[in-house]
C-alpha cells in the first residue's frame, strides 16, 4: 500500500481545528540494520556485525502482536515507526499536530557493553538530527544516553544537549538500580547543565525479575505491571533527596499511567512521617517533591469503573497542570487524541492535557 | 464498644531457643555447631519507630513476643472477639528446606501451646516452607484440621509469584482445610524488591513493598489460580490498600485488551479480586482530607474487602480512635470491624 493511498484512506485533513495537539510519545525506529553502519563510529562497526547487542535476556514475553504494534503502522519497507510519511499521516496530520516527540527504543540503556552503548547512543542521536528532526520541524527527539554509566551518559549529553530538536533524555523505567541511587546523578547534573528535564519511559530490563515477587508468566504481567517499576522510581528519587540535591531537576514519567501515583504519595507521606530519621536529606512531604518535580504522559492511563472516579483520581492527584497528552504510536495501545480523554474534562483543562502543559514542559512556541 | 475482629496481630518467637524442645536431635546439634540465631529478613529493623507502638516491648524478647503483654494490649484493648495471629517466622530465606521444614513444625508446635491454647479469642496462621511448596503443603496437611490455624501464611517477596502452578499444592491443601492463605508484608526471597533493583533505604523498602503486593494480585488472577481453585480465599496483610482502586482499573483494561492470550481468564480481573482478595485495614497510607479516603473505599466497589487490623505491635497510629477512619456509615463500620472477616475467615 503506497503512501497517497494511506493519505486518502486517513482522516480528513480538514477537519475543523478543536484544540492544540502535542503528542509527549512517539516512536520512531530505523528503517533496516544497516542504518547503523551509516552513523556508528567507524571503530565500532566490526563489533557491531560480529557481536552486536547483548543486553540482559531471559525475560522474553512474547508480545500479543508483532513489534507491539498496530497492524496498520507497518509501512511498505520497514518496521513499524521507520517512515516519515506514514508517521505524517498517522499522527501529525492526522490531527495536525503542533509537535511531537520522538521516544526511540532501540536498546541502549538495556546494553551490558556500556563503550558501546556509548557508541549506540552517539549513532542514534546523529540518525535522529539526520532523518527526523531536520526534515521535520514538528518532531523533537529524546536523546538517548548509556545512562547506566554516569561519565559516558554525561558527554553524549554535553556532545549533543545544545541542539535544540533535543528535548530531553530518556531512559527506560527498568533500570539497574533505582534511579535516586547515586550512580545516576552526573546524568541529572548533565542534563540540567543543557537545561533538559529527564523522560523515563515504559520498558527495559534491570537487574532481576520484572517484578518485586519473581517472573510473572504472561506478556500482560510485562506490559500491565509496568506501573510498579515507575512507583519504585518515583520513591527512589524521593527518599534519596535527588530534588533536594537538583531542585532544577524535572522528570517526565512516559506510558507509565497516573491512577497510581496519589496513592503512592500518601504512602510515601505516611512511611516518611515514621521514619525521618532514617532520610534526615529531605526537608519537605515526598508529595511536595512529587508535585513540584514530576510530570506524566496520559497514554496508558487508568480507565475507572465509574467516570466520577476518574473526577475523584485528578483532584487526589492535584497535578492538572502535569498531565501530558501520548499516543505511544506505532504501538497496538495507540491513544487518539478525540477518543482518548474522557467526557465531561473542563475545556480549559483538556487543552492543557493535550497541548499547553507539555508546550511549556518543553519550551516549545 | 462495638464488636471486633482483628486481622493482624503479630505473635513473635522470643527467641530460636524457645524451639529447641520443639527439635529433634539432630537439628538440635546443627544449631548449637552452626550458632544459627534463626531466620530474619529483618523486615522490622528492632530500633525502628515503625517496629514497635511505645509500650510493646516485654522486658524480655521483641514487641509480641509475650503473651500477657499482647492479651492486655492487642486483645483487652479493643474488646477483640477474635484476634488473627500473623507469626511472620521468615522460614522462607532459610535455603536448607529440611532445616526450614524442621522451624516450621516447630514454630506451629509452639503457636499451639503458647498462644491458641492460652487464650480462646486467638486464631492462627501456619508458617510454611513455600519456597518448596511441596514440602509446605505437608506441612499444611499437619496442622490444618487444628481448629486454631485459620490461614496459611505467605511473605509477600516470593522467588515465584503465587499464581503460578508451582504453587498448586499450598493452594490445594488450604483449600481442602478450608484455611485462609494470607499474604503478609515482607519476606526476604533473595531477589531485589523492586523491578528496578535494591532500595537504599528502609523506608524506601517499605514503601516499595506495596507494588510486590500489587505483582502478586495481578498474578494470581492472571495464571489463573482463581480458576484452578475456585474456594481460593486470599487476604493481603499489612499491604497498603488505597492502591488497589487504580490497579483493578489497570487490570480490567490490560485484560479488556489482552485477555486472548489469557483465555482461561473469563472476568474481568476485578470481578476475581472483589470475589477472592481482602485486604487488611493497616496501614492505610491515608490522605490527609479525610474525604478522599471514603473516596477510595467507595472506589473498591464492594463494602466487604477490608478488615480492620491493628496490625500490633507496629506503629501505625497513636490513639486506637485513629485506627478506624471516621466518617464511616454505621453498616460499613460494621462490616471493616467485624462482619467482613467473619464471613470471609467463616467464623
Known amino acids: ?62 508480545r500479543a502482536m508483532k513489534s507491539a504494534a498496530r497492524h496498520d503502522s507497518w509501512p511498505p519497507s520497514g518496521p513499524p515507526g521507520s517512515d516519515m510519511d506514514m508517521l505524517r499521516v498517522h499522527v501529525l496530520d492526522a490531527w495536525d499536530m503542533d509537535y511531537g516527540i520522538l521516544n526511540p527504543l532501540i536498546g541502549v540503556g538495556s ?9 549506540m547512543a552517539q549513532a542514534v542521536n546523529d540518525w535522529q538530527v539526520a532523518a527526523w528532526l531536520e526534515p521535520e ?21 554535553d556532545r549533543m544537549g545544545d541542539h535544540p530538536g533535543f528535548a530531553q533524555v530518556l531512559f527506560v523505567v527498568r533500570t539497574m538500580e533505582p534511579l535516586g541511587s547515586r550512580k545516576y546523578w552526573k546524568v541529572y547534573e548533565a542534563a540540567l547543565r543543557h537545561d533538559l528535564p529527564i523522560g523515563i519511559h515504559f520498558g527495559g530490563s534491570g537487574a532481576g525479575p520484572i517484578t518485586g515477587a519473581g517472573k510473572p508468566s504472561h506478556y500482560i504481567e510485562d506490559h500491565g505491571g509496568m506501573p510498579t517499576a515507575f512507583q519504585a522510581q518515583v520513591a527512589s528519587f524521593v527518599y534519596e533527596g535527588v530534588f533536594e540535591v537538583f531542585p532544577e531537576l524535572k522528570v517526565v514519567l512516559i506510558e507509565g499511567g497516573f491512577g497510581w501515583l496519589a496513592p503512592l504519595m500518601w504512602r510515601l507521606d505516611s512511611c516518611y512521617k515514621k521514619l525521618k530519621m532514617e532520610v534526615p536529606h529531605l526537608k519537605r512531604l515526598p508529595s511536595e517533591y512529587i508535585r513540584e518535580h514530576f510530570w506524566l504522559s496520559t497514554q496508558t492511563m487508568e480507565e475507572p469503573s465509574r467516570p466520577e472516579y476518574f ?55 | 464498644m462495638k464488636r471486633v475482629i482483628d486481622s493482624d496481630i503479630h505473635n513473635e518467637l522470643p527467641s530460636l531457643k524457645t524451639l529447641i524442645p520443639y ?58 472477639e477474635i ?70 501464611m505467605l511473605p509477600v517477596r516470593s522467588y515465584e509469584p503465587y499464581g503460578k502452578r508451582v504453587y498448586d499444592p499450598i493452594f490445594e491443601a488450604a483449600v481442602k482445610h478450608g484455611l485462609v492463605v494470607g499474604i503478609h508484608y515482607g519476606g526476604a526471597s533473595s531477589l531485589p524488591p523492586t523491578p528496578v533493583g535494591w532500595p537504599a533505604t528502609y523506608v524506601e523498602e517499605m514503601a516499595d513493598m506495596a507494588q510486590v503486593f500489587q505483582s502478586q494480585v495481578m498474578n494470581l ?76 473505599m467507595g472506589q473498591l466497589d464492594s463494602d466487604e474487602m477490608l478488615l480492620f487490623s491493628t496490625d500490633y505491635p507496629h506503629w501505625h497510629f497513636d490513639a486506637p480512635e485513629d485506627a478506624i477512619p471516621k466518617g464511616l456509615s454505621e453498616s460499613l463500620r460494621d462490616k471493616i470491624l467485624y462482619e467482613n472477616a467473619r464471613t470471609f475467615y467463616r467464623f
Open chain 2, 23 to 80: 527439635l529433634d536431635d539432630h537439628w538440635v546439634a546443627y544449631l548449637n555447631e552452626s550458632a544459627f540465631v534463626g531466620p530474619n529478613a529483618n523486615d522490622y529493623p528492632a530500633g525502628a519507630p515503625t517496629s514497635a507502638r511505645e509500650g510493646t516491648k516485654p522486658e524480655k524478647g521483641p514487641p509480641g513476643s509475650d503473651f500477657g503483654l499482647l492479651k492486655k494490649q492487642a486483645l483487652d484493648a479493643w474488646d477483640v
Open chain 2, 221 to 296: 488472577v492472571v495464571e489463573g489460580a482463581f480458576d484452578r481453585f475456585p474456594e481460593l480465599r486470599v487476604v493481603l496483610i499489612e499491604g497498603g490498600w488505597t492502591w488497589m482502586p487504580a490497579w483493578m482499573w489497570r487490570l480490567d483494561k490490560e485484560w479488556r485488551g489482552l485477555r486472548r492470550n489469557i483465555p482461561w481468564v473469563k472476568r474481568p480481573p476485578s470481578d476475581y479480586i472483589r470475589e477472592h482478595i481482602r485486604m487488611t485495614l493497616q496501614p492505610m497510607d491515608a490522605p490527609d482530607n479525610p474525604d478522599y479516603l471514603l473516596q477510595m
Open chain 2, 83 to 152: 484476634g488473627i495471629l500473623t507469626c511472620g517466622y521468615r522460614v522462607q530465606s532459610v535455603q536448607n528446606e529440611d532445616l526450614a521444614v524442621a522451624l516450621s513444625t516447630a514454630i506451629n508446635q509452639w503457636q499451639v501451646d503458647a498462644w491458641l491454647e492460652k487464650d480462646a479469642r486467638l486464631r492462627a496462621s501456619l508458617v510454611v516452607p513455600s519456597q518448596n511448596p511441596v514440602l509446605a503443603a505437608e506441612e499444611i496437611e499437619r496442622f490444618g484440621d487444628h481448629p486454631g490455624f485459620v490461614q496459611v
Open chain 1, 137 to 157: 520541524p514538528r518532531l523533537r527527539a529524546s536523546l538517548i544516553v548509556p545512562y547506566e554509566d554516569g561519565d559516558l551518559a554525561a558527554a553524549e549529553i
Open chain 1, 311 to 365: 473526577f475523584q483520581m485528578l483532584e487526589h492527584l492535584d497535578m492538572n497542570d502535569r498531565l501530558m497528552f501520548a499516543t505511544d504510536y506505532p504501538h497496538w495501545d495507540f491513544d487518539a487524541p478525540d477518543m482518548a480523554l474522557p467526557t465531561g474534562l473542563d475545556a480549559d483543562l483538556k487543552r492543557n492535557i493535550l497541548a499547553e502543559n507539555a508546550r511549556i514542559l518543553y519550551k516549545l512556541d
Open chain 1, 1 to 62: 500500500m503506497g503512501v497517497a493511498t494511506l493519505v486518502e484512506k486517513g482522516r480528513k485533513l480538514d477537519k475543523p481545528k478543536k484544540n492544540a495537539v502535542i503528542d509527549c510519545d512517539i516512536h520512531n525506529a530505523m528503517t533496516s540494520g544497516n542504518v547503523w553502519y551509516d552513523f556508528l563510529p567507524k571503530e565500532w562497526h566490526d563489533y557491531h556485525r560480529q557481536i552486536g547487542g547483548r543486553s540482559r535476556m531471559g525475560s522474553a514475553y512474547p
Open chain 1, 111 to 119: 546494553q551490558q557493553n556500556l563503550r558501546y552503548a556509548s557508541a
